[in-house]
């Protein structure tokens, strides 16, 4: 552990907070004057703003110097629980299997390949962590492109599909402004092409000949599309796409079929798809659906039997159904012959469907586009089911959904047992009690995969187009991270890697459970909770849902507990398995989360509710999450800490504001808190982008009004000395929220006389620190904090 966490440099000789200079200025909006203080923090070139930032990180660290020992214990917990030199479950793609490993002491991946053994060779090998692997080529070292950089984040990462050239892009900086370059494989040196100030997200034209790059506007929003001829300059590169409309972002991509390349845009509330063939890289792109204010869609190209899309075999609008049979014929031993196809589009869309619905639509011709009317719905609107993506291949469609707070994975074979197209319906299982299940069936009749626990998360990945099986992920609060090979025809799942924890973890030992809060207009909102079995003992009585395998009712007596929530852009928090947080689980803390709207777990309408001039739902959800947990008995306000980043920071400064008795202390990462200063701004980076999702305050002046009432910097208390105990932890580099927001809110709290602390990284971007030994630090450092508030520090 190095030695900035546990020794700072320059401890300051005072146990008094850095005096934060006032240079009011007023800010006026619609009659409305702000007298800010702290504006000036905002000068990020000013060695005044630079040595008060200095000063505010010396004395948190000096303030945090007796919690040194148990950081190096968090960290060695960390460190002795991980797996340092481990390797991912090899992918195929074109002759190769790609893979990364990592390697005990080094901070980043290697990124490295073998060959495959022939056409038919769709299982990967099991690597033995440590051991060499047979025919090995490294294709990038990122310790090695890390020397000499006190960060480092790559971007970018593509092999041409003839394996002969790796494109990678990489930041040493922060700023997510990413140098592209180009390697030969089989000499292992970069050619002399190089691009500098990308975007990530570059890519190979199928030809090899070709890479489709993106950069960023002065507000850091992708907007434009290029595409570099290699062994060209760069000052050669031909500008293929440019969104002007700042509410955009534009992204590049190739189909699963490599038939296609893609250009996406999309605001917060409206998408536009481009196409073009892949064999004509400089040709046109053309518009698929021409945007529709308030009309989102995605596109995946598919090629599917004929008798899969004529009019005749959908006469009914098809729904899901749950779960897999389990007498589905036994796979193919001979092949059949061929049957006719055809190429579609498979459009997952939200005009008139508020959950979306997906249809299928033929492929425009050049100068042709389609329209939603003239498609063929496939998996018609539920108002219980939330449609996120569709995924094809040769063999399989994919339908990724959520319903119930879970997120769902589905497939649908396209071969049945002796090699054909799938023409007729698969007969479903004996329907399960939901909702969603009440439609008619008709031939595209997808197949849900799952684990059978009340509080899971299953993925289903699809691989290259040719790959007949799938790959599955599979995890919950208390499974780790596991990887299925899954067979479609049968069903039959082969265990090919569960995340390693070292030291004897045993899942037994741990509990999870769903519970519901009522919100203060009665809405009903999920926590997800987990914990140790032993740490926490409950009574006889029964007073939860969704189902656990230990304790049920109520806890015996309030546990320690960290409540994390997010509730912005419709971001779902699914169950996930963290070795980190077993340091707090066996320390007796409860982690909890509170799926509050604006996030996506129920939804569309969850998110529509808890954004715009809904977006105080939010922060009383949460409130409401908090005050349930307090009143069913499994905390108490003396003993709950809350915790959330970026948007997440937003909603746990709101919090603060609304309800300070409720808290013991609030760990802000990245916080949005100073919104409506960067919401009026256009100049800021994101901020006109983000007025989809916050309104626009600069130029309506409810949406002003309606900000300014729940922003946690202009609504700090004037005497905040009963607010519970903050840490708010940034970096100087940040693009998406900048230093100056936790910066500003933290001397604004500290003058109110707030117990408020900023940690700040120099040398840091939006994710904080790099490499994972720097990772664990900083979580280190975090956990302590979180336990020496809830007085576990010496347990």
């Given at each position: 552990m190095s030695d900035a966490l546990t020794h700072p440099e320059t401890a300051p000789s005072t146990t008094e907070s850095p005096l934060t200079a006032r240079r009011p200025i007023e800010r006026t909006f619609h009659g409305d004057t702000f007298i800010d203080d702290y504006e000036w923090l905002r000068r990020k070139d000013d060695p005044d703003v630079v040595a008060h930032l200095e000063a505010q990180n010396a004395w948190t660290l000096a303030q945090q110097e007796h919690l040194a020992p148990l950081r190096q214990t968090l960290f060695d917990e960390i460190k002795g629980r991980t797996l340092e030199t481990d390797l991912s479950v090899p992918s195929r793609d074109g002759d190769w299997w790609y893979y990364a490993r990592t390697v005990e002491g080094q901070q980043y991946p290697i990124h490295a390949r073998y060959?495959?053994?022939?056409?038919?060779?769709?299982?990967?090998?099991?690597?033995?962590?440590?051991?060499?692997?047979?025919?090995?080529?490294?294709?990038?070292?990122?310790?090695?492109?890390?020397?000499?950089?006190?960060?480092?984040?790559?971007?970018?990462?593509?092999?041409?599909?003839?394996?002969?050239?790796?494109?990678?892009?990489?930041?040493?900086?922060?700023?997510?402004?990413?140098?592209?370059?180009?390697?030969?494989?089989?000499?292992?040196?970069?050619?002399?092409?190089?691009?500098?100030?990308?975007?990530?997200?570059?890519?190979?034209?199928?030809?090899?000949?070709?890479?489709?790059?993106?950069?960023?506007?002065?507000?850091?929003?992708?907007?434009?599309?290029?595409?570099?001829?290699?062994?060209?300059?760069?000052?050669?590169?031909?500008?293929?796409?440019?969104?002007?409309?700042?509410?955009?972002?534009?992204?590049?991509?190739?189909?699963?079929?490599?038939?296609?390349?893609?250009?996406?845009?999309?605001?917060?509330?409206?998408?536009?798809?481009?196409?073009?063939?892949?064999?004509?890289?400089?040709?046109?792109?053309?518009?698929?659906?021409?945007?529709?204010?308030?009309?989102?869609?995605?596109?995946?190209?598919?090629?599917?039997?004929?008798?899969?899309?004529?009019?005749?075999?959908?006469?009914?609008?098809?729904?899901?159904?749950?779960?897999?049979?389990?007498?589905?014929?036994?796979?193919p031993t001979e092949p059949a012959e061929p049957v006719e196809t055809r190429d579609v589009l498979l459009i997952l869309h939200n005009k008139d469907a508020l959950n979306f619905e997906l249809v299928?639509?033929?492929?425009?011709?050049?100068?042709?586009?389609?329209?939603?009317?003239?498609?063929?719905?496939?998996?018609?609107?539920?108002?219980?089911?939330?449609?996120?993506?569709?995924?094809?291949?040769?063999?399989?469609?994919?339908?990724?959904?959520?319903?119930?707070?879970?997120?769902?994975?589905?497939?649908?074979?396209?071969?049945?047992?002796?090699?054909?197209?799938?023409?007729?319906?698969?007969?479903?299982?004996?329907?399960?009690?939901?909702?969603?299940?009440?439609?008619?069936?008709?031939?595209?009749?997808?197949?849900?995969?799952?684990?059978?626990?009340?509080?899971?998360?299953?993925?289903?990945?699809?691989?290259?187009?040719?790959?007949?099986?799938?790959?599955?992920?599979?995890?919950?609060?208390?499974?780790?991270?596991?990887?299925?090979?899954?067979?479609?025809?049968?069903?039959?799942?082969?265990l090919l890697k569960q995340q390693p924890v070292l030291g004897g973890y045993d899942p037994g030992d741990y509990d999870q459970r769903r519970e519901w809060a009522t919100a203060q207009d009665g809405t009903r909102v999920p926590i997800s909770l987990v914990w140790r079995k032993d740490k926490v003992r409950f009574g006889n009585s029964t007073g939860s849902e969704g189902g656990s395998t230990g304790g049920t009712g109520a806890p015996v007596e309030p546990a320690p507990l960290l409540l994390y929530g997010y509730g912005a852009y419709e971001s779902s928090i699914d169950p996930y398995f963290s070795v980190p947080r077993l340091s707090l689980l066996d320390r007796g803390v409860v982690f909890a989360i509170a799926h509050v709207r604006g996030g996506g777990e129920m939804g569309r309408a969850w998110y529509d509710d808890g954004k715009l001039r809904a977006k105080l739902n939010t922060f009383t959800d949460f409130v409401a999450c908090g005050r349930h947990l307090v009143g069913t008995g499994w905390t108490a306000s003396d003993r709950m800490v809350a915790d959330g980043g970026s948007a997440g920071g937003l909603l746990v400064g709101a919090a603060a504001n609304l309800a300070p008795e409720l808290f013991t202390g609030v760990l802000a990462g990245v916080p949005f808190v100073d919104a409506l200063t960067s919401m009026l701004d256009p100049t800021l980076p994101l901020t006109v982008t983000e007025w989809d999702e916050w309104g626009d305050p600069l130029h309506d002046p409810e949406v002003y009004a309606y900000m300014r009432s729940y922003t946690p910097y202009e609504n700090v208390a004037d005497d905040a000395s009963h607010y519970p105990r903050i840490l708010a932890t940034t970096s100087f580099n940040d693009t998406r929220v900048l230093y100056v927001e936790p910066a500003k809110w933290v001397a604004r709290l500290q003058a109110a006389g707030a117990p408020a602390m900023l940690k700040i990284e120099m040398s840091a971007g939006h994710g904080g620190v790099s490499g994972r030994y720097s990772a664990w630090e900083q979580i280190a450092f975090e956990h302590a904090w979180v336990l020496d508030v809830l007085d576990l520090a010496n347990h």
């Open positions: 060959r495959a053994a022939g056409p038919d060779d769709w299982t990967p090998r099991v690597l033995e962590p440590g051991e060499p692997v047979p025919g090995e080529q490294v294709l990038l070292d990122q310790n090695v492109q890390a020397e000499g950089h006190d960060f480092f984040a790559l971007g970018s990462l593509d092999v041409s599909d003839d394996g002969a050239r790796l494109l990678h892009a990489t930041d040493t900086a922060g700023d997510e402004r990413y140098t592209l370059r180009v390697r030969d494989l089989a000499t292992g040196e970069d050619l002399p092409d190089e691009v500098r100030d990308t975007a990530p997200g570059a890519m190979f034209s199928p030809d090899g000949e070709h890479i489709f790059y993106l950069t960023v506007d002065d507000a850091w929003r992708p907007w434009r599309v290029w595409r570099h001829r290699l062994g060209t300059p760069s000052s050669d590169d031909v500008l293929v796409f440019e969104e002007p409309d700042e509410r955009y972002w534009v992204g590049v991509g190739l189909s699963r079929s490599k038939k296609y390349l893609q250009i996406e845009l999309g605001s917060k509330v409206t998408s536009e798809s481009w196409l073009l063939e892949s064999d004509n890289p400089t040709g046109d792109f053309r518009v698929v659906w021409p945007r529709r204010e308030g009309v989102e869609y995605t596109v995946e190209h598919a090629v599917l039997p004929a008798s899969m899309v004529e009019p005749s075999s959908l006469s009914e609008p098809p729904s899901l159904v749950d779960p897999p049979s389990s007498d589905l014929p036994p796979s299928s639509s033929p492929v425009p011709a050049p100068g042709e586009t389609v329209t939603p009317e003239a498609a063929t719905v496939v998996v018609a609107h539920d108002p219980d089911v939330r449609l996120e993506g569709v995924s094809a291949s040769e063999c399989y469609l994919v339908l990724y959904y959520r319903r119930g707070a879970i997120s769902r994975s589905a497939v649908l074979s396209l071969v049945d047992p002796a090699g054909t197209a799938q023409t007729s319906q698969v007969e479903p299982a004996e329907p399960v009690e939901t909702p969603h299940l009440t439609t008619p069936q008709a031939t595209w009749s997808f197949q849900e995969i799952s684990f059978g626990q009340p509080l899971e998360s299953v993925g289903a990945g699809v691989g290259v187009w040719e790959q007949p099986n799938l790959k599955v992920g599979y995890t919950s609060f208390v499974t780790p991270q596991s990887l299925y090979l899954y067979d479609v025809a049968s069903g039959e799942r082969v």
